[in-house]
């Protein structure tokens, strides 16, 4: 038998792991000491084989050149109180794995093969104060802990790491967990249970890959992160922010394939502004709340496909444009952002498929160019089950259509102002109870319902779904739409608004004698009455009073 060398100290020579895994008849390197001064583990003594938990003392470093194997039996890892500096290269990585990997410097435990390589080791451990520079390193078999959130390959407890041009494959359950301090990845492959977790501190990850982890390719409590040019392949889901805590995100380039559930995941409450960009795949929000003070924007061309709905204390800025407007849709919706669940035609969206888009009290949206569609599932308090609801906020919607929701749109109280929309083909497009509500330019058709409560609305100049005009007892000939309640929804509309018309403001500055001062307000052209109809003609035109037209009394 060859003769193995022991890195040890007395206190260790007994160590009972020690005893359970006997001499081989190879010359090895065993290390059972902690690391208390600089040392280099070097090619000519690999592999080197770790008989304990070994800490990395503070103000020590521990290089390891190319070509180094070491081999860690369950239980055992590194724990970094000082420096790592990992010097494989582009031939000669440096591979971190179990002492039952065969596959390379041979047969440790000397069993055959006895036993599998995949019985976790614990993993590297950086600790507040740390310093890991890892590069061409190969990371097997690890994250072996009792606690789930701990089972990783590389724990990040508060240290500065680094790993660039490496491999984490077939850890136990995650491959990196960041808890506090900064850790960079660039250009790193993860392979089966690899995945990223990011509770606190900061995760920049860049030109990687993550493929086949089981559950998220990168998990975000709250921090800062950014993900760029990274691809999430044969994962349960790419991304998944479960907020707990402020969060800065940027990113650019994520793509996604082969996912059982393919998108970029929100739920919790959002603390710090966000701003969400068009991705390759699409944004899906569960119960998603945006607190007090914080903006979430969301641009256009933006697909975010819904499990639970937005609900604003804060603000919700949605700027979608004609050509790339934003769509908040079911998850089983297809026709935009994808195959949500890579099942073909398995799932198809419906009506309630999701909740609703909610201002709360002190809440603002404002959503311009938006297709919304299939929510409507949960009743918002005693509300019914509308997919737009203010609930005490101001709300300012522009050019969106409503379809194929449960219900269209409930206001509880608040401000709201719609114009340049589509309500159609829902159970009720509009209900009223509270607040203020004006709606124009609009074409609200093919509900079962349009009921408008008891404070007065301005419903003017909107295509009720016929050229008569609503249904409504101040209208008997009306056979469009259904509208009751105290609504002023004359003139209408005798066809439907062209929702691809921009209407430029209007400014009417009459000249000398051309106004006067009656009755406290400005009176158009008393006199001479040049302007007669003409402010009634261009609001049967679409145009609506101090919003985009300005008659300006002047006094000459």
């Not at 040392?39 to 190319?66: E, R, V």
């Not at 256009?300 to 919700?316: D, P």
């Not at 800025?317 to 398995?346: I, L, M």
Request: glycine residues 12%; negative net charge.
């Amino acid at each position: 038998m060859k003769r193995i060398k022991l890195i040890l100290c007395g206190l260790f020579l007994f160590s009972p792991l020690f005893l359970l895994f006997p001499l081989v008849s190879k010359a090895e390197t065993g290390v059972l000491s902690h690391i208390t001064t600089d040392t280099t583990w070097s090619i000519t003594g690999s592999p080197y084989l770790i008989f304990n938990p070994i800490i990395i003392q503070s103000g020590a470093t521990l290089t390891i050149d190319a070509g180094v194997v070491v081999k860690f039996p369950p239980a055992t890892s590194l724990n970094l109180l000082g420096n790592l500096v990992v010097n494989g290269d582009a031939n000669n990585p440096v591979v971190f794995t179990s002492y039952s990997d065969d596959t390379i410097a041979g047969d440790s435990n000397g069993d055959g093969n006895v036993s599998p390589p995949n019985i976790g080791w614990k993993g590297l451990l950086f600790n507040a104060g740390s310093n890991g520079n890892i590069q061409f390193t190969e990371i097997r078999y690890g994250g072996g802990n009792n606690l789930l959130t701990h089972q990783s390959a590389i724990i990040n407890y508060g240290g500065l790491l680094s790993i660039a041009d490496s491999k984490i494959l077939d850890s136990t359950v995650m491959g990196i967990s960041n808890l506090l301090g900064t850790t960079t990845v660039r250009a790193v492959e993860f392979k089966n249970g690899g995945s990223m977790n990011l509770y606190d501190g900061a995760l920049d990850v860049q030109n990687t890959t993550i493929d086949g982890t089981g559950g998220y390719g990168i998990f975000v409590r709250h921090g800062k992160v950014n993900i760029e040019n990274v691809v999430i392949n044969n994962s349960f889901s790419p991304i998944y922010f479960s907020l707990n805590g402020p969060i800065d995100f940027t990113y650019n380039n994520i793509q996604g394939t082969g996912n059982a559930e393919n998108g970029i995941n929100f739920d919790g409450t959002l603390l710090s502004n966000l701003i969400l960009n068009p991705e390759g795949i699409p944004y899906i929000f569960h119960g998603f709340i945006v607190e007090s003070g914080v903006d979430l924007t969301i641009n256009s061309g933006v697909v975010a496909k819904m499990y639970g709905g937005i609900w604003t204390r804060g603000t919700l800025n949605v700027s979608g444009t004609q050509s790339e407007p934003v769509h908040f849709t079911s998850v089983r919706d297809d026709s935009v952002g994808g195959d949500t669940f890579n099942d073909g035609n398995a799932t198809v969206p419906q009506t309630r498929d999701w909740d609703a888009i909610v201002a709360m009290s002190g809440g603002t949206v404002n959503i311009n160019h938006a297709d919304i569609a299939y929510g409507g599932r949960q009743r918002y308090y005693n509300f019914r089950n509308h997919v737009i609801i203010n609930d005490g906020g101001a709300m300012f919607l522009d050019s969106i259509k409503l379809h194929d929701n449960e219900q269209g749109y409930f206001g509880g109280m608040g401000s709201t102002t719609i114009l340049n929309s589509v309500i159609a083909n829902g159970v009720e497009g509009l209900l009223f109870s509270n607040g203020s509500l004006d709606v124009h330019n609009s074409s609200i058709y093919s509900n079962l319902d349009t009921f408008l409560g008891a404070p007065l609305v301005n419903a003017e100049n909107n295509w009720w779904g016929d050229a008569s005009g609503p249904s409504s007892t101040a209208n008997p000939s009306g056979t469009g739409s259904f509208v009751s309640g105290n609504v002023d929804f004359t003139p209408w509309l005798n066809a439907p608004p062209s929702q691809t018309q921009t209407i430029d403001p209007v400014i009417i500055i009459p000249g000398v004698m051309g106004s006067a001062y009656k009755s406290g307000a400005w009176v158009i052209d008393p006199i001479f009455h040049v302007y007669d109809n003409l402010i009634e003609t261009l609001e049967a035109n679409g145009y609506v009073k101090d919003t985009n037209l300005f008659p300006f009394g002047y006094d000459w």
